[in-house]
């Protein structure tokens, strides 16, 4: 909550997560590695939106709890995607949220969070391909990368909230 600059890295061990962000970057500063990242409170907070979380040590889980995708440039000719009837007559949608429960119990979780406790998928998370981390060797990568500038293109969203 109180970062305002530099390599961040949590000293308590904590690794139950409540709250998504996006590695949109490494690189590093004054001998440390960092994964560069995006929050979702908007650009009043950190460095602009952004924090430096300490890499390679599995902090906060960043490296044990992660899912990730491809950023494909739809800014740059502002391209957006509209809902069509097929997606949105998709028989998988819900139509109306289920009521969330509001018992003292579950408002007190161990994870802080008062919607979603804990996350659990029937039959575990479905793999679809190999992890960056199991086909990449490390040292074949850049020593810093920023998805905010790609040789002068910014492959990211506005940092909204």
């Not at 491809?70 to 740059?76: F, I, L, Q, R």
């Not at 998988?92 to 998928?121: H, W």
């Not at 490390?138 to 492959?155: E, M, V």
Request: charged share 25%.
């Amino acid at each position: 909550m109180n970062y305002t600059s530099g390599v961040y890295e949590d000293k308590t061990g904590e690794k139950d997560i409540d709250h998504d962000i996006s590695v949109v970057g490494w690189g590093v500063e004054d001998g440390k590695k960092y994964w560069l990242i995006r929050n979702s409170w908007g650009t009043h907070w950190g460095e602009h939106g952004f924090f430096k979380l300490i890499r390679g040590v599995n902090n906060i889980a960043i490296e044990s709890d992660c899912a990730w995708a491809t950023p494909v440039d739809t800014w740059t000719s502002k391209k957006k995607h509209y809902t069509t009837e097929e997606e949105k007559n998709d028989p998988r949608n819900q139509i109306m949220n289920s009521e969330y429960p509001i018992s003292e119990d579950f408002l007190n979780t161990k994870s802080g969070c008062a919607r979603v406790p804990q996350t659990i998928f029937q039959n575990g998370e479905v793999k679809t391909g190999p992890m960056a981390w199991e086909v990449l060797d490390p040292t074949a990568l850049p020593r810093n990368w920023d998805w905010r500038n790609i040789k002068g293109k910014n492959y990211l969203s506005w940092n909204k909230n």
